[in-house]
């Protein structure tokens, strides 16, 4: 059993849910002090970040970070999922649809968007999950979110039989759809859309190259310390001992920092102490881990 706090970087495989992961996970370090940091459909596979023991505090706060993946869009097929494991709504051939009209409705989704979620998502309505509501055959409709896409880049274009498939590789905030990227192109093309792959390549500062399987981890367990999780995901401050010692008793601090969102600060011994905010002209905790 491990008592040390961290962060476990995961490449998960394809067909298992996020909590199938965060169970193994639970197994692997021997505690159930475990969750995970942004939902990934059984469809998709790729980065899952997993907070262990105190990290999981940390969790709440990762899920703001910028995030990035690989997806295909097959666009002349809607379905109700609005990615392949749904049932077919609808084709339309795309025959007539130019590469550059694709590339066009695709690039209009770039920048602040104001974008309706999948009604297949974990998004909560009256109490209960979207995606609960939709199997239980209700008419779930969601309202728009305001979501930030940085970018949408076409590495491929392939026409099939009467559809387009297209890779794209995107960059966006928390809180974006990428299968309501696809949908929305389909629907502005005419032609319907939907996801037919999705791999999540980063979430913040931790990509592919950092994560590990499930199979990996089970022959050696690999934790990303606290306060090195901590100093990748924020700015961070090194902190004098009276400094340290307020921190420790959750007062505020007489330091400016980073205008927007958290920061990290740290004893002088290098040790993770809180996350703090700018409140006026002082520093305010966030959440304490001492």
Known sequence: MTTEAGLVVV?????????DVVARVRRLAGTRKVGHAGTLDPMATGVLVIG????????????????????????GVA????????????????????????RAALAVQVGEIEQVPSAVSAIKVDGRRAYDRVRAG??????????TVHAIDVTDVRRGAGTVDVDVSVRCSSGTYVR???????????????????????VGPFTLEAAHTLDELAESFALVPIAEAARA????????????????VGRRLDLVVAEYGPVAVFAPDGGFLALYERRGPQAAP?????
């Open 138 to 147: 209700e008419q779930v409709e969601l309202a728009a979110r305001r979501v």
């Open 11 to 19: 490449d998960k495989a394809g067909g298992m849910t996020s909590h």
């Open 233 to 248: 995901c924020f700015p961070s401050y090194d902190l004098a001992e009276e400094q340290a010692a307020d921190v420790r």
């Open 52 to 75: 262990v023991n105190r990290a999981t505090r940390l969790l709440g706060h990762l899920m703001l970070t910028e995030k990035a993946y690989d997806a295909t869009i097959r666009l």
């Open 180 to 202: 309501a990227i696809a949908r929305d192109a389909g629907a502005a093309l005419g032609v319907g859309g939907h996801l037919t792959s999705l791999r999540r390549t980063a």
């Open 286 to 290: 966030v959440a304490v881990f001492v």
């Open 79 to 102: 379905t109700t999922t609005d990615d392949a494991e749904g049932e077919t709504t609808a084709t339309v051939s795309t025959d007539h649809v130019a590469e550059t009209t694709v």
